[in-house]
């Protein structure tokens, strides 16, 4: 499956947002009949999106484009039980980024289990994942700084670092976000500003996109 980097799609036209939701209801209505040709259509509609999100949360472009996959396997199973309680993109977006850290904590926990055997004289190899530099958000900073404010946000709480994601890097507004995470307005501008705050912490003055 192939992915690109392009800029997150605009949705500030009303008149765009209409016409999207209408081809999603059809689009979902073509899928839980069975219809391979919406699933097409629906991989290639959303793949980047899918895939930008959980690239931005795991950095690694194999990882998220296995996981990527994985979150379309999962709505090609699971399409039956969706009623339309949020947007077509709003779940999405919420099998991307729950996938995404599912992800990282399996990962995590690789890790963890590689260095301690190692500690016991196995021959397991700690791996430690390098920053990915080719980052979008290399325009903005010099390679050093941009790969400490990655290993940082890696660092957040699960909710901020999703909150920060999506607002920073897919662009969503706080209202998506917090259609995606099932939570408040208010609980992701706390989550937005408590991110912003470590980050600020653990940054020189001069990253002024965060």
């Not at 919406?38 to 472009?61: G, H, I, K, M, N």
């Not at 994985?70 to 919420?94: C, H, I, M, N, P």
């Not at 957040?156 to 706080?174: G, M």
Request: with cysteine; charged share 20%.
């Amino acid at each position: 499956m192939a992915y690109s980097l392009s800029l997150p799609f605009c949705f500030d036209s009303p008149t765009y947002a209409s016409v999207s939701d209408t081809v999603d209801a059809e689009l979902v209505t073509a899928l839980q009949q069975g219809s391979e040709t919406a699933f097409r259509t629906l991989v290639e509609r959303y793949q980047d999106r899918v895939y930008r999100t959980v690239f931005s949360l795991l950095r690694s472009p194999e990882e998220a484009e296995d996981v990527a996959q994985e979150v379309f396997v999962e709505v090609y199973q699971t399409v039956a039980k969706f009623r339309g309680d949020a947007a077509l993109s709003t779940w999405l977006y919420r099998l991307a980024t729950s996938r995404a850290l599912q992800h990282h904590r399996r990962a995590k926990a690789k890790k963890r289990f590689a260095y301690f055997t190692s500690l016991l004289g196995f021959n397991n190899q700690v791996l430690h994942e390098l920053p990915d530099n080719a980052h979008p958000l290399a325009l903005l900073e010099g390679q050093q700084q941009l790969g400490l404010l990655l290993d940082h946000i890696g660092r957040l709480p699960p909710q901020q670092r999703v909150a920060f994601t999506l607002r920073h890097e897919q662009e969503l507004s706080y209202e998506e976000i917090a259609a995606v995470l099932g939570t408040s307005v208010s609980a992701v501008e706390s989550l937005l500003f408590r991110a912003r705050q470590t980050l600020r912490q653990h940054l020189q003055p001069s990253s002024h996109h965060v």
